[in-house]
């Protein structure tokens, strides 16, 4: 069976410095994948390779065994594969509501008031889902830090292709009930709609929560796989970044 997303010996370089150094993982369908490392292992440029926000300078990355070489971001979104940013990204000015239905409306293959009326019930199911109901008319910057979070996981989710989500720290600096909501709706939408993740953390006790399989990243390279307590207990990743993790 062909894997969901793909990597082949990527490489991704920055003058002299390569970021990411003949990176091959394999994510099947339906998994929940944890990519962990410490800071500068080129996690984040692994993120943004697969999703096409950067062009690798060499190796490849498949979605459903198809080539992805050359794709933008939003043509690769379109395909069902798309990521969160550590700094959220979102449309300050427009009420939770509109920045919920813009993703779908740019990605529906329905048009007119029947795809229009679809994509408002989505939008209304995520903002009971995450008890934000009550601000739904309010503009997106008034929202805290923790629920701009939120809210951006969520607009992934009314993208009615998605297939992979590529989630890069999203529990960083953000309340416990908000780091539980996300949970929540990552094991919702993996459980009701078969979505594969790739979610980059530091956060190991959510990693073990989630994740039945972590990927290590260490200076650009991929040094382990398995799950948490396989590779924690690896010398080389414990003096690079677990060690005071797990203490």
Excluded: W
């Excluded at 950067?54 to 379109?78: D, K, V, W, Y």
């Excluded at 795809?115 to 939008?123: F, I, K, S, T, V």
């Amino acid at each position: 069976m062909v894997a969901l997303l793909e990597t082949r010996n990527l490489v991704k370089r920055f003058g002299g410095f390569v970021a990411t150094n003949n990176v091959s993982i394999t994510i099947e369908r339906g998994e929940i994948r944890g990519l962990i490392g410490p800071n500068g292992a080129g996690k984040t440029t692994l993120a943004n390779l697969i999703t096409g926000v950067q062009m690798p300078s060499a190796g490849e990355i498949r979605l459903e065994g198809q080539s992805l070489a050359s794709l933008e971001p939003h043509e690769i979104a379109r395909k069902g594969l798309l990521r969160t940013f550590q700094v959220c990204r979102l449309f300050g000015n427009l009420t939770l509501l509109d920045n919920l239905l813009l993703p779908y409306l740019a990605c529906a293959d329905k048009a007119g008031r029947h795809g229009n009326a679809e994509g408002l019930e989505r939008a209304q199911a995520f903002l009971a889902l995450t008890k934000l109901t009550r601000l739904a008319d309010a503009p997106a910057k008034s929202l805290s830090g923790g629920q701009r979070a939120l809210l951006q996981v969520c607009c992934g989710f009314m993208i009615p292709g998605l297939k992979c989500y590529v989630l890069d720290e999203p529990f960083a600096g953000i309340n416990p009930v908000i780091k539980d909501s996300i949970i929540d709706l990552i094991l919702h939408e993996n459980r009701t709609r078969g979505i594969t993740f790739l979610i980059v953390s530091h956060e190991m006790s959510v990693m073990r929560r989630l994740c039945q399989k972590i990927t290590v990243m260490i200076e650009g390279r991929v040094v382990a796989e398995g799950p948490l307590e396989e590779v924690a207990a690896r010398d080389d990743v414990i003096t690079a970044y677990l060690g005071k993790a797990m203490a």
